[in-house]
């Protein structure tokens, strides 16, 4: 994810994105900044996702829930983005 202000690559799993106060600041440029769940970019992945994970899944013969609990995995990380509040 980058940050709106400076263009910072912020990792999903960093300290910043995974802190419970309420008012995030860029680790870069200390501007704030508002994680949120991009649905346009979820939809646009989610065939290829799914398309994907069932084939894996025939493959490697993983049951439904894990290949969907992947498939929802993947969209979190690919359709969290980052906004100036
Ligand atoms: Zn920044």
Known sequence: MKCPHCNHSIGLFSKTMNSFEKNRVCPSCKQ????YFDFKTAMIWF???????????????????????????????????????
């Open 32 to 35: 704030p900044i508002k994680s």
């Open 47 to 85: 065939i290829p996702i799914a398309i994907f994970n069932f084939i894996a899944s025939a493959i490697l013969g993983l049951s439904a829930g894990i290949t969907m609990a992947i498939t929802v995995g993947i969209l979190m990380l690919v359709a969290t983005k980052l906004k100036i509040p």
